[in-house]
C-alpha cells in the first residue's frame, strides 16, 4: 500500500491509519537428542524419508535444501573428512558445511545426480506423522522441525552459538539466538552455578 500511495494510486497513505501488528513469538517445536535415536531405530514405510529426515537432524539442512543435494556437492576437506559445498535455497548463502560420516551413510551408495532421489514433498505430511507415531513421539512435529532439532542439540551438547549460527547458515546470530533460549538445561545449570553455600 506504501508503494501504491508512493506511485499515487492513493491520494493518502493508507498506512497511516492501520495499527501496528505486534509480532509474537512462535513456539518452536523439535526433538531431543534421546527422541531422534528412537526415530533411527524405528522402522519407517519408506526408507528414503527416514535416511532424509534423520541427514536433517544430523546437518540442520533445510528440506528445501535436502531436496535439491546433489553428490557433486559433497567434498573431501583438508582433514579428510566430507564437507557440503551448497548455496541454500532461501537464503542464497553460498556455504561450506562440515558433515559426520554417520550423515554421509544416511545418502546411500555414492552416485551422481540427486542424492534423495525419490524423497518427495507429499512424503513429509502422513507418512512422516505415521512414523513418528510409531516411535512413540507424540510432538506436533514438521519436516522442518528436524533444523530446529539440530540446533537445539547442538547447544545443549555445548556449541557455541556462533558455530551453529553458521553451521545452520544464518545471516544473523540474533537469529540462533531463539535456540538457545530453548535449552532448559542450560538455563537451570547456569542458575545452579551461583551459590552461597
Known amino acids: 500500500m506504501k508503494i501504491a500511495y508512493q506511485d499515487k494510486w492513493f491520494r493518502e497513505n493508507i498506512n497511516d491509519y492501520l495499527e501496528k501488528i505486534e509480532l509474537q513469538d512462535v513456539k518452536k517445536e523439535y526433538l531431543t537428542l534421546d527422541e531422534v535415536k528412537q526415530l533411527a531405530v524405528t522402522p519407517c514405510d519408506i526408507p528414503v524419508l527416514k535416511a532424509a529426515s534423520l541427514f536433517a537432524c544430523l546437518t540442520g539442512l533445510r528440506i528445501?535444501?535436502?531436496?535439491?543435494?546433489?553428490?557433486?556437492?559433497?567434498?573431501?576437506?583438508?582433514?579428510?573428512?566430507?564437507?557440503?559445498?551448497?548455496?541454500?535455497?532461501?537464503?542464497?548463502?553460498?556455504?561450506?558445511?562440515?558433515?559426520?560420516?554417520?550423515?554421509?551413510?544416511?545418502?546411500?551408495?555414492?552416485?551422481?545426480?540427486?542424492?534423495?532421489?525419490?524423497?518427495?514433498?507429499?512424503?513429509?505430511?502422513?507418512?512422516?506423522?505415521?512414523?513418528?507415531?510409531k516411535a512413540?513421539?507424540?510432538?506436533?512435529?514438521?519436516?522442518?522441525?528436524?533444523?530446529?532439532?539440530?540446533?537445539?542439540?547442538?547447544i545443549s551438547l555445548g556449541t557455541d552459538i556462533y558455530t551453529v549460527s553458521k553451521m545452520l547458515t544464518h545471516k544473523n546470530v540474533s537469529t540462533t539466538q531463539i535456540y538457545a533460549d530453548l535449552v532448559n538445561s542450560k538455563k537451570r545449570e547456569t542458575a545452579n552455578k551461583i551459590s552461597l553455600k
Open 64 to 133: 528445501s535444501d535436502i531436496l535439491n543435494l546433489q553428490w557433486e556437492d559433497f567434498t573431501i576437506a583438508p582433514d579428510q573428512g566430507y564437507c557440503l559445498r551448497i548455496r541454500t535455497q532461501k537464503t542464497q548463502t553460498e556455504a561450506t558445511l562440515p558433515i559426520s560420516y554417520e550423515a554421509y551413510e544416511l545418502c546411500g551408495t555414492p552416485g551422481t545426480g540427486k542424492v534423495f532421489k525419490e524423497l518427495k514433498r507429499s512424503m513429509i505430511n502422513y507418512p512422516l506423522k505415521n512414523w513418528l507415531k
Open 136 to 154: 512413540g513421539i507424540t510432538k506436533s512435529i514438521t519436516v522442518h522441525c528436524f533444523r530446529h532439532s539440530y540446533a537445539v542439540i547442538q
